[in-house]
């Protein structure tokens, strides 16, 4: 081989190598996203009965009638309030749990670890199941319906407040506060201008992380829920007589809207990171 050719060679497997993992990362990204360009395509899909599942023709009329289906509508309702209420819970009180264990020492702090990561661990099925034995056993005190839905989706959320608060927590200066109550600041008001301010990110991101798990839930859901439904429940009742495109339009909807949350969010760190600079 001459010399021009074994530098052709090591030069296309130079370049071989600086893209693989970039390649990789491409077709990673690709298998990920498909279902969801799939479920966004068919949701301009015209079929001539209830069942979405080959490709008729383009209309606009699924997402100009989108409620048009009985009970979707309400469903959507259902889940949007329960999720709003259920992350709002549960991200005051995973990061007040993180604060905890960041920053105190006490007797089974190890324990309240173990508690917080139990719920992430244990599959949904036995989740849903342990949940509905408690209800029924607190007959007199829990009824089947909306409050235990809320219930369960607040208690399982928790567990990733506390994660993502922690992971914030873990790399936070806690020179801040000191400077802070140096310069006259109390407790309450170095928590409110200095500590809260640098954990809104976490805070943030765990709010976000609980909302998307508690209106995505069918599992826990349709053990606790009774005779409510949720957006799930529906979509789960509506496959298996026919999925209508209206079902489609949420989905895109709903994954439009968050990818919308992030690139908001990412624009804002982005400026701050420049004008911190």
């Known amino acids: 081989m001459s010399a021009s050719a074994r530098a052709s060679s090591r030069r296309r497997l130079a370049f071989v190598r600086r893209h693989l993992l970039t390649a990789y990362a ?14 966004i395509a068919f949701s301009f899909n015209d079929p001539p009965g209830k069942f979405n599942y080959t490709w008729e023709g383009f209309t606009l009329d699924n997402w100009r009638n989108w409620d048009a289906v009985p009970g979707l509508r309400d469903a959507i309702v259902l889940s949007i309030q329960i999720a709003v209420i259920a992350s709002l819970a549960a991200t005051a009180l995973g990061t007040l749990i993180a604060l905890a264990i960041v920053r105190h020492r006490y007797r089974g702090r190890g324990v309240t670890n173990l508690l917080v990561f139990l719920p992430m661990a244990t599959p949904e099925i036995v989740l849903g199941a342990s949940l509905l ?9 829990f009824t089947l319906g909306p409050w235990t839905i809320l219930i369960a989706h607040a208690m399982f959320c928790i567990s990733y407040v506390v994660v993502t608060a922690k992971a914030r927590l873990i790399g936070f200066d806690r020179h801040l506060e000191e400077a802070a109550m140096d310069l006259g600041a109390n407790e309450l008001v170095t928590f ?8 809104a990110p976490a805070i943030l991101s ?22 409510e439904i949720t957006f799930p429940v529906f979509v789960w009742g509506a ?3 026919g999925a209508p495109p209206q ?15 992030m690139a908001v969010n ?6 701050r990171s420049k004008g911190a600079q």
């Not at 491409?26 to 479920?39: E, K, N, S």
Request: proline content about 3%; hydrophobic content about 70%.
């Open 266 to 271: 990412a624009l804002v760190q982005i400026r």
């Open 247 to 261: 079902v489609n339009v949420i989905g895109s909807v709903i994954f439009l809207a968050a990818v919308a949350v």
């Open 192 to 199: 409110a201008r200095v500590t809260l301010p640098l954990l």
């Open 239 to 241: 496959a298996r007589v």
């Open 206 to 227: 765990g709010f976000l992380l609980s909302f998307a798990l508690s209106v995505d839930d069918f599992v826990i859901t349709n053990f606790v829920a009774g005779d």
């Open 26 to 39: 491409m077709l990673a990204f690709a298998y990920l996203l498909l279902p969801i360009a799939v479920v």
């Open 133 to 141: 034995s408690l209800f029924l056993t607190a007959s007199g005190v």
